[in-house]
């Protein structure tokens, strides 16, 4: 079996022949105050199974889910909800590259999707950064009812070291995820 696999950020299916959902679920990471934990974010099964385990909270290392807080334009209406994902793997191509601040890919390249640039914001702690699809989903969570979450913002380019023009302070980053 070759291919490659990804995570679609925002979206619960597959979009593309050759491509086959693997499974979907919800994001998850660790809450955005917090030091101890991961900084990746992971795209959580909806049917858990579990080995041997201790019940209750054992105070190590916490799964929150992860929350849409763009704010506003662009994905204004998925604010405060939580975002779904699904886990592709791309049968018939081996190569795969999300592209930062690019909505097509290079030619011979396959688009897989296109989105926006999010991670946790500037004043909270560090995650990793993941293109979300630009027609988002969402799946039932606390939206908004309690900040005790992983978090994603848009991500906007400072000119300090990124030239504008070409970048543009204030615009949105997007991306673009690509097969090969």
């Known amino acids: ?12 299916f597959v979009q593309w022949p050759g491509t086959e959902l693997v499974y979907s679920g919800r994001a998850g990471g660790s809450r955005y105050n917090h030091r101890g ?3 990746n974010h992971l795209c959580m099964p ?10 209750g909270v054992q105070g190590n290392s916490y799964m929150y889910g992860v929350e ?24 018939t191509r081996a190569t795969l590259l999300m592209i930062p601040a690019k909505v097509n890919c290079p ?12 991670t946790e914001r500037y004043g909270h702690h560090r995650s990793t950064y993941e293109c ?3 027609d988002p989903e969402s799946v039932a969570g606390l939206n908004g009812s309690n900040d005790y979450q992983a ?11 990124l030239s504008c023009p070409p970048y543009d302070s204030e615009k949105e980053l997007t991306c673009v995820v690509c097969s090969h």
Do not use: F
């Open 151 to 161: 978090l994603l913002y848009h991500v906007e380019p400072i000119c300090t070291g």
């Open 1 to 12: 079996m070759g291919g490659a696999v990804y995570v679609r950020w925002g979206g619960l």
């Open 68 to 91: 849409y807080r763009p704010h506003s334009q662009p994905l204004q209406t998925v604010n405060y909800h939580n975002v779904p994902c699904a886990v592709c793997h791309v049968t």
């Open 37 to 39: 934990g991961g900084a």
């Open 107 to 118: 030619t011979n390249w396959t688009t897989e999707y296109t989105g926006y640039l999010m």
């Open 132 to 134: 979300v699809d630009k």
């Open 46 to 55: 909806d049917d858990p199974e579990h080995l041997q385990y201790t019940s």
